[in-house]
């Protein structure tokens, strides 16, 4: 048993040295981290609590990473990455847990689970990204591992402890997966209830307190800001429909007001409850519902959200398994977990948005719940290639495998170095911010101001105000705040990008006269099949009336 502690400690060691090396080298943010989580740190960490948290996003993220932030003396950014990584490599715990209840104590299983879930490319790309997806896998993990707990004993206080918890950072973590927690918290109480006679559930009782306790901090805070406690303002707009006799007349802020000049509620219709309900819709993505190509590339995106690298493994298994009489029940609560978040995360954004749509990363962080059947079936291919193979020649390859998928893991990050079109997007983007950071270092205004709140959109009170056609996040790493295009006559510098062919001169133009002055920026040029290209940049001034003055 000690032996099985020290791999599982050198593989979370392990793991979390990878994740934060290939952080280091990603220096472009995603773009939800560069507008809302990287500045909710960086708010955190100088004291700015208005600007620390929002109704718009649970509490989780933004306060873990902004105390790295504060500790470390580190950008929100770089925060952000440490809370996903460390929560990537933490998975390796409760993964070990369910398999060593579910799979009757084999530990090569077990290990074997361990290494896969590491080994995930696509987890990977989520540890070093700075998003919130390693944390929602690990509380799912969590969740998951502390029902299989409760169902092989009910009397035991532990399971229902980490299925509390799983919970709590449930909702804490994301709007979508409130969802998965509630279920989890049903399926305790009926096991707590019907376990060999019916009795009464204190045990769920103690797990809801523990839960409760944990995410009170984020519904205290919404029920002061915006009339409820919830953990997003999005729930808040189901329960002023719902139960709007709650609400916090007191409250900062009203769901029904219209703030920094527009609305951003849109009515939709819904059938929860049969009420038509008022939901923010918020698209996801551009895209059409309903046409023939979005919903082909919304099958795909299932289907890439399922992680098909091991997906094929994992159902030969299962299907073995069911067949000749090996399927325990355990297995099923996993495979139910699964399933059940997959269709929860397509159905909300359905009903909610009314779209054929969703991201991979959305589902992701339940897959790992399946990587049991792929170890096992992993396990079985190595026994019967040792006995046709040399065993040096099955090592090789198992390390080849493993290099590559971490080379898959970064293949986004070594894509923003080798590929030109990326690599000169990633040159250029750190170039504007470093030429708009330096002028506004010269013109002496304050680098705070005071934004109205607006209830659905985080609004960080950095200056300057920046508008970039095409490099999203010269906004953060310019240290400003980005303006949309209907407000482009509010922006204090316009980045005005494009990447052509040599030799054509015909671009879109900005009409320059309602600005000062403009720099063009230096080109970066590169070659790709045998056609050169460049990557320039106009950086138009504005007239510099300052909202502080």
């Not at 019916?198 to 984020?218: D, G, K, M, Q």
């Not at 590339?297 to 090996?326: D, H, M, Q, S």
């Not at 609004?459 to 310019?478: A, E």
Request: aromatic letters at 14%; proline letters at 3%.
């Amino acid at each position: 048993m000690k032996k099985e502690r020290k791999i599982l400690w050198s593989l979370f060691g392990a793991f979390f040295l990878l994740s934060i090396v290939l952080s280091i080298i990603d220096v472009i943010p995603a773009r939800d981290v560069a507008f809302r989580y990287a500045p909710m740190a960086e708010a955190f960490a100088r004291g700015d609590w208005d600007f620390a948290f929002h109704p718009r996003v649970p509490m989780a993220l933004p306060l873990m990473a902004g105390i790295v932030c504060f500790v470390f003396k580190c950008s929100g950014f770089m925060a952000c990455k440490i809370i996903s990584s460390l929560f990537y490599s933490l998975t390796v715990f409760p993964i070990y847990g369910i398999s060593i209840k579910v799979f009757k104590k084999n530990y090569n299983i077990a290990l074997t689970s361990v290494i896969s879930t590491g080994f995930c490319s696509h987890l990977i790309r989520l540890g070093y990204s700075g998003l919130r997806d390693s944390l929602k896998e690990f509380a799912i993990i969590l969740a998951v591992y502390g029902i299989v707990k409760i169902y092989q004993n009910r009397e035991k206080l532990s399971g229902y402890i980490y299925g509390a918890v799983g919970m709590a950072l449930l909702v804490t973590c994301r709007v979508d997966a409130v969802l998965f927690a509630i279920i989890i918290g049903l399926t305790m109480m009926i096991f707590d209830i019907f376990a060999s006679k019916l009795r009464f559930p204190w045990r769920t009782i103690i797990a809801a307190v523990t839960c409760l306790a944990i995410i009170s901090p984020n519904l205290i805070y919404n029920y002061r800001t915006i009339g409820y406690p919830v953990s997003e303002a999005r729930l808040a707009v189901i329960m002023d429909k719902v139960v709007p006799q709650i609400c916090n007349k007191n409250a900062k802020l009203s769901l029904h007001q219209a703030t920094n000049g527009k609305n951003e509620e849109k009515k939709v219709n819904s059938s929860i409850s049969g009420v038509q309900k008022k939901v923010l819709s918020q698209p996801l993505h551009d895209i059409k519902s309903g046409g023939e190509n979005d919903f082909g590339e919304y099958l795909k995106n299932i289907f890439t959200g399922c992680y098909p690298y091991y997906l094929f493994l994992a159902l030969i298994v299962i299907v073995y398994r069911i067949k000749r009489k090996l399927w325990t029940k355990e297995e099923t609560i996993l495979l139910s977990g699964c399933v059940i978040h997959t269709f929860g995360i397509l159905a909300q954004i359905k009903i909610f948005h009314n779209q054929y749509y969703v991201s991979p990363r959305y589902l992701l962080p339940a897959m790992p719940l399946y990587f049991g059947w792929v170890a096992i079936g992993a396990l079985f291919v190595i026994n019967f290639l040792r006995q046709i193979v040399n065993i040096k020649l099955i090592k090789f390859i198992i390390i080849i495998g493993m290099f590559g998928l971490i080379a898959d893991g970064a293949g986004p990050l070594i894509k923003s170095y080798t590929s030109s079109k990326k690599s000169m997007r990633r040159q250029h983007s750190l170039f504007v911010a470093k030429v708009i950071t330096d002028d506004f270092k010269q013109r002496n205004i304050s680098k705070f101001y005071k934004p109205n709140l607006n209830i659905f959109s985080y609004i960080t009170n950095y200056q300057p105000f920046i508008y970039s056609n095409d490099l999203n996040t010269i906004s953060y790493l310019s240290k400003g705040n980005c303006v949309g295009l209907k407000n482009i006559s509010n922006a204090d510098y316009i980045v005005y990008s494009y990447r052509k062919k040599l030799k054509e001169q015909n671009h879109p133009q900005i009409e320059e006269d309602q600005f000062n002055e403009y720099v063009l920026l230096k080109k970066f040029c590169t070659y790709s099949r045998g056609k050169k290209y460049s990557y320039v940049s106009k950086v138009y001034f504005n007239n510099w009336r300052s909202i502080n003055e």
